[in-house]
């Protein structure tokens, strides 16, 4: 275990066991790691913290965690045991109340076979997890615990808290769809009595099987309720068994899972496999290793031989082939997709014969990459003697967002997920000749015909009539006088001007203040340290870095986590631990209840020790950054504990308190102003050139 999670089971900083190590001569010593990340045996830190007084017990979710990180075989192999221990507890608990009622070394003889029966009974014979090796009895101790775990929050919620945990302490490792966009992709696929579309109802009315071919985690598949059946397939055996493990903790519904390349050995291929009711898919991007050239003659081509360059439109043609007549398949898409010049053959087929029904533009930062605005694709499989519909549903989400960062962790995810649903529900339920109503710069329906000129150009913000500039006349006008009174805010907040004379006196000498440090200060009890994880149960909304850095409000949601967050209260001083910039932000009422989100340092000051004006104001002082700061190859990470800031008494604290809080006003308005004067200069833009606003 890490010095992180030696302070996660004291429930102090990581400052504090430093200072423990150095203090403390029969401190534990390195087993592994390197000289500045050093690994200690847990055995040994508990026994030492019990000594010590200051742990009386390892809380159960730690001490299950711990065997997770402690496994021979690795994290994965880990979770994927006790995952099938939590399958065999919630499946035939009397098997395994049995197993577990006798020793070690006898319960380790018998879940060999157990396990194999339960894994064999819902996930069919061939199954990605193969057959369970005899167990060391040393094993046991870990899976007892996480019985334990799971009787304190569930079986799934036990290997939810695990795998999660394996997530964010991987984070490189895994390209994971937020579970918003999942909910939103799951919306999309199921179908809707009245449809005119072959669809067998409401979902949960009638079988309903759903098949995700790059499944992951098993996140999209996770999202689609009422499933009687899903089947999932990824290229990483550790994947395919944990998704499969995920969705079998979920519900009684039958997991068929399959371990290989869905486009080389499509393990639910025609006509072996029955077809699915709906396909959802987040499919590796821009892989021109994707089978190309053996995959050649592949009768999945219906719509034509995808180019090398053109992954997606292969893993859309894999999707259309395994649903059945009628079936809906949702996949998120590059932008680029829609419009390249290589691909513009299979766009085309696809609008002739009424496969592809709908594209949506979803704002920066749905899903991983977050910077690139991606999309969604919905597509039928047609019917022979269907008509294909006249039109193809465009739709454009960027405006209806709050700022960047994460789509499904933003406050507007929500504006999102509603505009969407409402227009294909719309599109949907109009039959061949879709009538839904246009939302300039939000949606529209746009004749296939019109679609199909030299370039088959599908972004939808290309064929979406523009919105009123501004908002409209009467929004420019109130933007304007907004903008007139935080200027005039602006300067009342002016700091004042040096004297006239100044600039004729020597220049000061600095005076040279005892300084301190915020580590000194948090081993002092002075102030307490926290890091923001930005996950944990409720609804409690998210400051993100964003956020700190821009000085908005709280704008993200909570990953789900069985943990309570940590939630901001008036006077805390959050700061971001990379970009390089001095930023502190002292929370204020509007603030306060946020949970503190990933990438951030929280200062929690004792109100009778430390101003935490005072405190923001010298954290943000850009020397003081410099020195406290680290730099990588591309990035530069801030040392909290490092910072410095003066030995005052309170009262002069105060002091130089009120000066930094009058600087923040300043800036706040500032902030504001510039905001309003992009808005209103981009309406006036946009007003002359549709002709809304005259230049006279």
Same mark, same amino acid.
């Given at each position: 275990m890490t010095a992180a999670e030696i302070a996660r089971l004291a429930g102090v900083g990581r400052a504090a066991v430093s200072n423990w190590r150095r203090r403390h001569a029969d401190f534990p010593r390195p087993v592994g790691g390197t000289e500045t990340s050093p690994s200690f045996a847990l055995a040994q830190v508990t026994d030492w913290l019990r000594a010590q007084g200051k742990l009386a017990e390892v809380p159960l979710r730690e001490r299950v965690w711990q065997y997770v990180t402690a496994h021979p075989g690795g994290s994965v192999a880990a979770l994927v045991k006790a995952g099938s221990a939590l399958l065999l507890v919630r499946d035939r608990p009397r098997e395994w109340l049995e197993a577990a009622a006798v020793s070690d070394e006898r319960m380790a003889t018998l879940l060999a076979p157990a396990l194999d029966r339960v894994l064999a009974l819902r996930f069919g014979p061939a199954h990605p997890l193969g057959a369970t090796a005899p167990l060391p009895s040393a094993s046991v101790p870990f899976l007892r615990a996480a019985a334990e775990l799971a009787a304190e929050l569930g079986t799934r919620g036990a290997f939810e808290f695990l795998l999660g945990?394996?997530?964010?302490?991987?984070?490189?490792?895994?390209?994971?769809?937020?579970?918003?966009?999942?909910?939103?992709?799951a919306a999309l696929a199921r179908p809707?009595?009245?449809?005119?579309?072959?669809?067998?109802?409401?979902?949960?009315?009638?079988? $309903?099987?759903?098949?995700?071919?790059?499944?992951?985690?098993g996140t999209l598949l996770r999202a689609v309720p009422g499933a009687t059946t899903r089947y999932a397939q990824d290229s990483s055996p550790e994947l395919a068994s944990l998704a499969a493990l995920r969705l079998a903790l979920q519900s009684d519904a039958p997991v068929r899972a399959a371990a290989a390349d869905s486009l080389r050995a499509d393990a639910f291929a025609r006509p072996a496999a029955e077809p699915v009711d709906a396909v959802l898919c987040h499919p590796p991007f821009n892989e021109r290793n994707w089978g190309h050239e053996e995959l050649a003659y592949d009768p999945r081509w219906e719509y034509g031989l995808p180019a090398r360059a053109e992954s997606e439109l292969a893993w859309v043609q894999h999707a259309l082939a395994h649903l059945r007549e009628g079936g809906t398949a949702v996949l998120l898409m590059p932008p680029a997709a829609a419009a390249r010049r290589s691909g513009r053959r299979i766009r085309a087929d696809l609008l002739r014969r009424g496969a592809l029904r709908a594209v949506v533009a979803l704002p920066a930062g749905a899903a991983p990459p977050y910077g690139i605005p991606l999309h969604l694709w919905v597509l039928r499989r047609p019917a022979p003697q269907a008509a294909p519909p006249a039109g193809l549903l465009l739709v454009d989400t960027a405006a209806l967002a709050d700022g960047p960062g994460p789509g499904p962790g933003r406050a507007g995810w929500a504006a999102v997920h509603s505009a969407v649903e409402e227009a294909w529900t719309a599109y949907e339920r109009g039959g061949p000749a879709p009538d839904v109503p246009d939302v300039p710069g939000v949606r529209r329906v746009v004749p296939v015909v019109d679609l199909l000129d030299d370039d088959v150009d599908l972004t939808p913000?290309?064929?979406?009539?523009p919105p009123a500039a501004g908002g409209g006349l009467a929004e420019?006008?109130?933007?304007?006088?907004?903008?007139?009174?935080?200027?005039?805010?602006?300067?009342?907040?002016?700091p004042p001007a040096p004297p006239a004379d100044a600039k004729d006196r020597p220049a000061a000498v600095p005076a040279r203040l005892p300084l301190t440090t915020v580590g000194e200060l948090a081993r002092a009890g002075a102030l307490l340290l926290y890091t923001g994880t930005g996950s944990g149960a409720g609804r409690a909304?998210?400051?993100?870095?964003?956020?700190?850095?821009?000085?908005?409000g709280p704008s993200g949601t909570l990953a789900a986590a069985a943990e309570q967050p940590l939630l901001t209260a008036p006077g805390d001083v959050v700061v971001p631990l990379t970009g390089g910039a001095g930023v502190a932000r002292v929370v204020d009422a509007a603030t306060a209840g946020a949970a503190l989100g990933r990438g951030l340092q929280l200062l929690r000051p004792d109100p009778a020790a430390?101003?935490?004006? $005072?405190?923001?104001?010298?954290?943000?002082?850009?020397?003081?950054?410099?020195?406290?700061?680290?730099?990588a190859s591309t990035t530069t990470r801030l040392d909290v504990r490092r910072l410095e800031l003066p030995r005052l008494p309170r009262t002069e604290q105060e002091v130089y308190g009120a000066r930094f809080r009058a600087l923040a006003e300043f800036e706040d308005a500032l902030r504001l102003a510039a905001r309003l004067g992009e808005q209103l200069v981009q309406g006036l833009y946009d007003g002359l050139s549709d002709g809304t606003v005259r230049p006279d």
């Open positions: 945990r394996h997530l964010e302490a991987n984070p490189r490792q895994y390209t994971l769809t937020p579970d918003g966009l999942a909910l939103l992709m809707h009595s009245g449809a005119g579309t072959g669809s067998t109802g409401a979902a949960g009315a009638a079988p $309903f099987t759903v098949l995700d071919p790059a499944c992951g985690t913000a290309r064929h979406l009539p420019l006008t109130a933007v304007r006088d907004r903008l007139d009174s935080t200027l005039t805010r602006a300067a009342r907040l002016t909304p998210v400051l993100t870095e964003y956020d700190v850095s821009a000085g908005t430390l101003d935490p004006w $005072f405190l923001a104001g010298f954290l943000r002082a850009t020397a003081n950054n410099r020195r406290a700061s680290s730099h």
